[in-house]
T-cell receptor, first 116, second 112 residues
Framework: DTGVSQDPRHKITKRGQNVTFRCDPI?????LYWYRQTLGQGPEFLTY????????KSRLLSDRFSAERPKGSFSTLEIQRTEQGDSAMYLC??????????????FGSGTQLSVL | QKEVEQNSGPLSVPEGAIASLNCTYS??????FFWYRQYSGKSPELIMS????GDKEDGRFTAQLNKASQYVSLLIRDSQPSDSATYLC????????????FGAGTRLFVKA
């Protein structure tokens, strides 16, 4: 168990550019979540996958955001035409899903995005 | 109404005291509740989970759940300066599929 890995740790980009982040979950975990967190706030749900299927995407998320999880392994989150309001920490979490006793999330270290 | 609400704090307690953190949630059908701890500049880590009404104890931590009042709390006994962090209440809600929603967190400071 090597934990949840995210890459890159930091990304600085100019407004209007596209960015892509990668998340490698814990190997046996079938669920993968993306959250966004800004200073002083809790993680805000963006989307989640059960294996390769994207089960839900936040209604607050614009069409500039897209996520994939090919083959149910790693996941990518792409933001097109970045805006300054996209600046945040993007957190990935994985879990074994519901084992009848709730779901425990394991978080990666996050990708800090700064849009200039 | 937010799905998960917490007082943002900061909550300041002296070393050795009991810290009490509170959370309310809006989805009456929720069955799973969690407390995560987040140190400054780090990611959240799970410290407690609770699924049934009543108390659940784990070392210095006690989680309390009252589904009728839609209320969850976390007590930290014998608070230590190392407990200083943001504590996030999380609730698993059913929106067709299940997902975990977080509150804004309560910042706790334990003064030595």
């Amino acid at each position: 168990d090597t934990g949840v890995s995210q890459d890159p740790r930091h990304k600085i980009t100019k407004r209007g550019q596209n960015v892509t982040f990668r998340c490698d979950p814990i190997s046996e975990h079938n669920r993968l979540y993306w959250y966004r967190q800004t200073l002083g706030q809790g993680p805000e749900f963006l989307t989640y996958f059960q294996n390769e299927a994207q089960l839900e995407k936040s209604r607050l998320l614009s069409d500039r955001f897209s996520a994939e999880r090919p083959k149910g392994s790693f996941s990518t989150l792409e933001i097109q035409r970045t805006e300054q309001g996209d600046s945040a920490m993007y957190l990935c979490a994985s879990s074994l899903g519901d084992r009848g006793s709730g779901e425990k999330l394991f978080f990666g270290s996050g990708t800090q995005l700064s849009v200039l | 109404q937010k799905e998960v609400e917490q007082n943002s704090g900061p909550l300041s307690v002296p070393e050795g005291a009991i810290a009490s953190l509170n959370c309310t949630y809006s989805d009456r059908g929720s069955q799973s509740f969690f407390w995560y701890r987040q140190y400054s500049g780090k990611s959240p880590e799970l410290i407690m989970s609770i699924y049934s009404n009543g108390d659940k104890e784990d070392g210095r931590f006690t989680a309390q759940l009252n589904k009728a009042s839609q209320y969850v709390s976390l007590l930290i006994r014998d608070s230590q300066p190392s407990d200083s962090a943001t504590y996030l209440c999380a609730v698993r809600i059913n929106t067709g599929g299940f997902k975990t929603i977080f509150g804004a967190g309560t910042r706790l400071f334990v003064k030595a």
